[in-house]
């Protein structure tokens, strides 16, 4: 996954670009969960720390694992932070849920928050 986050990055630095040039005030912070090995960190960012989550998106970890990961939890643990009403949520993964049985985590969390993921 680790080669594909420089291009991720710079999609959402182009994107965020974009929408400053035509004025528009799309998104207003940002969340970034890190998964890997069965372990993830959830970290929030205002719109004023843009550059310290870019930076942060690029240092993701190159540590090689399985083909198999928790993701559901750390899905849901973004309903546990402040998030804008129907913001968007973006998933970047190489692997395989290890943990499909917490799928409800995620549709029961959002049912409130109604954010496309």
């Given at each position: 996954?680790?080669?594909?986050?420089?291009?991720?990055a710079k999609?959402?630095?182009?994107?965020?670009?974009h929408n400053?040039?035509?004025?528009?005030?799309?998104?207003?912070?940002?969340?970034?969960?890190?998964?890997?090995?069965?372990?993830?960190?959830?970290?929030?960012?205002?719109?004023?720390?843009?550059?310290?989550?870019?930076?942060?998106?690029n240092m993701?970890?190159?540590?090689?694992?399985?083909?198999?990961?928790?993701?559901?939890?750390?899905?849901?643990?973004?309903?546990?932070?402040?998030?804008?009403?129907?913001?968007?949520?973006?998933?970047?993964?190489?692997?395989?849920?290890?943990?499909?049985?917490?799928?409800?985590?995620?549709?029961?969390?959002?049912?409130?928050?109604?954010?496309?993921?």
């Amino acid at each position: 996954m680790a080669q594909y986050v420089p291009s991720i990055a710079k999609a959402i630095d182009l994107e965020v670009q974009h929408n400053q040039v035509l004025g528009q005030d799309v998104y207003r912070g940002y969340i970034l969960v890190k998964f890997a090995n069965n372990d993830y960190t959830t970290q929030q960012y205002t719109i004023l720390q843009y550059d310290q989550f870019l930076n942060d998106l690029n240092m993701t970890s190159n540590i090689q694992g399985g083909c198999n990961d928790t993701t559901f939890e750390p899905i849901a643990s973004v309903f546990n932070t402040f998030i804008y009403n129907k913001s968007p949520l973006y998933l970047f993964t190489d692997v395989v849920p290890a943990d499909p049985d917490k799928w409800q985590l995620v549709t029961e969390s959002n049912t409130r928050a109604k954010m496309p993921v």
